[in-house]
Nanobody, 127 residues
């Protein structure tokens, strides 16, 4: 069982930066691929970024490449999402998620494949 809690959201202006954190409880954190997803009002939850168990494999959705960076600190059971040059269209509730994987290289973009989710943190970017 993995319990996830996000933090770091807030209200910022376009062009600003935020760093989201996701703290995980439970054992064998490195056995889980981690993902960040977001959901804007009236839209479906969408993939943002994912990182493999030891951080060696990373992937992003095209709209955040070059602006967002995902990382993890397995000693702290925490995954981060550094968000730079934020845009109003980044406004959403951001969720972190965990899925157990058998390969240290595995990442996952499909939200339906994730086993555990945090409650989310609101990010609002004003123009």
């Amino acid at each position: 069982q993995v319990h996830l809690v996000e933090s770091g959201g807030g209200l910022v202006q376009a062009g600003d930066s935020l760093r989201l954190s996701c703290a995980a409880s439970g054992r064998a954190f490195s056995s889980y691929a981690m993902g960040w997803f977001r959901q804007a009002p009236g839209k479906e939850r969408e993939f943002v970024a994912t990182v493999s168990g030891f951080g060696s494999n990373i992937d992003y959705t095209d709209s955040v490449k070059g602006r967002f960076s995902i990382s993890r600190d397995n000693a702290k059971n925490t995954v981060y999402l550094q968000m730079n040059r934020l845009k109003p269209e980044d406004t959403a509730v951001y969720y972190c998620a965990a899925v157990w994987v058998s390969s240290s290289w595995a990442v996952q973009k499909d939200p339906l494949s994730y086993d555990y989710w945090g409650p989310g943190t609101q990010v609002t970017v004003s123009s």
